[in-house]
């Protein structure tokens, strides 16, 4: 991987720092929201369940529409898609301002989905620009800084939201939620992104939809380590999805000393606190990328194996589960740049986007899966929380396991 400077990436290529800027700017705002949602979620219902349901609606969502999103990526200009899509959820973000008791939840769940449908159109059609605005030799240094500044967000996003929504209401974090959409579409308008299309992508969008998306799919298939590869944040996700998105919730609503938002952006703050290290560090010491396939396996079990003690530190010393809450997002942030980078690297661009929108929805199936069984089982009781972080904790670390392991054939499909 490159030496190149995070801060040279920033200062000599105009484009990279606009699409950058943008992207940390919306995610920011995403989190104050997040946040938000959690605790009124918590103030009409008290239940764990919806709050699983919360990330089922949200990644389901986000993966409903991924493989048209990646389609129109490759079809579409994709800078006009990351407009649009900011543009939208700034309106879509007001609109939580009506919630207003429990009868409100529903709609409140399916708002949110919606506006999680439109951020999986940004991701894909981001991930597939950047290395077109970006030198292969920055790509490398690009990604992890882009995976570090999401965890940034996600720290100060999640600690000011915790915040915010403690001494000023839920309110104030929706309406700096929609303002930092629009700042990000007005950083977003003026720049111009290269892109190959993909001549053979013809005909009206719906009728050609499905032959279109099945050369995503045959792209995939044909590469034995292609085929692998879109697994890899999935065999994170099949567990991560309930650690981190349900039982990390809860347990941050139950921090003593604490009110139930700081508590939520408290545990938030440590995941991104994790997931902005483990890019630097996988940048600056994993830079053998023939071993990469095999140490995102390792990453994954790794992470499990912290989240396992975590359920042993819960009500006993909280800055210590909050340091291992850290080193389990290290492994996993690191898991998500090297399996970015390595697809990035192997697939053409004309495809890319289709590519990047099935290991999406991948991953946002496996989350899905996983956060809803983790709400329902803190629902009915049938595990404490101590005991369904361990479980899940086992059932990453077999994941990893399994990644590790796996030797895929490429498979020829008709096309």
Same mark, same amino acid.
């Given at each position: 991987?490159?030496?190149? +400077?995070?801060?040279?990436?920033?200062?000599?290529?105009?484009?990279?720092?606009?699409?950058?800027?943008?992207? $940390?700017?919306?995610?920011?705002?995403?989190?104050?929201?997040? %946040?938000? *949602? !959690?605790?009124?979620?918590?103030?009409?219902?008290?239940?764990?369940? @919806?709050?699983?349901?919360?990330?089922?609606?949200?990644?389901?969502?986000?993966? *409903?529409?991924?493989?048209?999103?990646?389609?129109?990526?490759?079809?579409?200009?994709?800078?006009?898609?990351? $407009?649009?899509?900011? &543009? @939208?959820?700034?309106f879509l973000a007001l609109g939580f301002l009506a919630v207003d008791g429990p009868e409100d939840i529903p709609w409140m769940l399916g708002l949110s989905g919606v506006m999680m449908l439109l951020h999986g159109a940004y991701v894909t059609a981001e991930r597939a620009a950047l290395p077109n605005i970006v030198s292969k030799e920055e790509l490398a240094t690009a990604n992890a800084l882009d995976a570090a500044s999401w965890s940034t967000a996600l720290c100060l996003g999640a600690m000011l939201g915790g915040i915010v929504v403690e001494y000023f209401g839920t309110d104030?974090?929706? %309406? %700096?939620?929609?303002?930092?959409?629009? *700042?990000?579409?007005?950083?977003?308008?003026?720049?111009?992104?290269?892109?190959?299309?993909?001549?053979? %992508?013809? +005909?009206?969008?719906?009728?050609?939809?499905?032959?279109?998306?099945?050369?995503?799919?045959?792209?995939?298939?044909?590469?034995?380590?292609?085929?692998?590869?879109?697994?890899?944040?999935?065999?994170?996700?099949?567990?991560?999805?309930?650690?981190?998105? $349900? !039982? @990390?919730?809860?347990?941050?609503?139950?921090?003593? +000393? !604490?009110?139930?938002?700081?508590?939520?952006? @408290?545990?938030?703050?440590?995941?991104?606190?994790?997931?902005g290290t483990g890019p630097i560090l996988a940048r600056k010491f994993l830079t053998d990328q023939e071993k990469w396939?095999?140490?995102?396996?390792?990453? &994954?079990?790794?992470?499990?194996?912290?989240?396992?003690?975590v359920g042993y530190t819960l009500g006993m010393n909280v800055w210590l589960t909050i340091f291992l809450v850290m080193l389990a997002h290290s492994a996993s942030g690191a898991n998500w740049v090297l399996s970015t980078i390595l697809t990035q690297m192997w697939v053409e661009d004309e495809i890319r986007g289709r590519v990047f929108s099935i290991d999406m929805l991948i991953m946002s199936l496996t989350f899905s899966l996983s956060s809803a069984c983790a709400g329902y089982i803190l629902e009915k009781g049938i595990l404490t929380l101590q005991q369904g972080f361990q479980l899940f904790a086992l059932v990453m670390i077999a994941s990893g396991l399994v990644f590790t392991l796996w030797k895929p054939t490429p498979m020829i499909l008709k096309t």
């Amino acid at each position: 991987m490159t030496n190149i +400077g995070y801060w040279d990436l920033i200062t000599s290529n105009k484009k990279f720092r606009r699409l950058w800027s943008a992207s $940390v700017i919306s995610m920011l705002g995403e989190w104050f929201n997040t %946040i938000a *949602l !959690f605790l009124l979620i918590f103030k009409y219902t008290d239940s764990e369940f @919806l709050l699983g349901l919360l990330f089922t609606v949200r990644m389901l969502c986000f993966a *409903l529409l991924q493989p048209i999103s990646g389609l129109l990526a490759d079809r579409m200009n994709r800078k006009h898609i990351m $407009v649009w899509s900011n &543009v @939208l959820q700034m309106f879509l973000a007001l609109g939580f301002l009506a919630v207003d008791g429990p009868e409100d939840i529903p709609w409140m769940l399916g708002l949110s989905g919606v506006m999680m449908l439109l951020h999986g159109a940004y991701v894909t059609a981001e991930r597939a620009a950047l290395p077109n605005i970006v030198s292969k030799e920055e790509l490398a240094t690009a990604n992890a800084l882009d995976a570090a500044s999401w965890s940034t967000a996600l720290c100060l996003g999640a600690m000011l939201g915790g915040i915010v929504v403690e001494y000023f209401g839920t309110d104030a974090a929706f %309406i %700096i939620d929609a303002c930092t959409f629009l *700042l990000a579409a007005i950083l977003l308008a003026p720049l111009k992104i290269p892109q190959t299309f993909d001549k053979e %992508i013809s +005909g009206p969008l719906l009728t050609t939809a499905f032959s279109n998306i099945r050369k995503g799919w045959t792209r995939i298939a044909e590469e034995a380590r292609l085929l692998r590869i879109v697994f890899a944040k999935a065999s994170w996700n099949i567990a991560g999805g309930g650690l981190a998105g $349900v !039982f @990390l919730v809860v347990a941050g609503s139950n921090v003593d +000393g !604490f009110g139930v938002a700081l508590g939520f952006g @408290l545990f938030f703050f440590a995941r991104g606190i994790g997931t902005g290290t483990g890019p630097i560090l996988a940048r600056k010491f994993l830079t053998d990328q023939e071993k990469w396939p095999l140490l995102i396996g390792m990453l &994954v079990m790794i992470s499990g194996f912290f989240y396992f003690f975590v359920g042993y530190t819960l009500g006993m010393n909280v800055w210590l589960t909050i340091f291992l809450v850290m080193l389990a997002h290290s492994a996993s942030g690191a898991n998500w740049v090297l399996s970015t980078i390595l697809t990035q690297m192997w697939v053409e661009d004309e495809i890319r986007g289709r590519v990047f929108s099935i290991d999406m929805l991948i991953m946002s199936l496996t989350f899905s899966l996983s956060s809803a069984c983790a709400g329902y089982i803190l629902e009915k009781g049938i595990l404490t929380l101590q005991q369904g972080f361990q479980l899940f904790a086992l059932v990453m670390i077999a994941s990893g396991l399994v990644f590790t392991l796996w030797k895929p054939t490429p498979m020829i499909l008709k096309t």
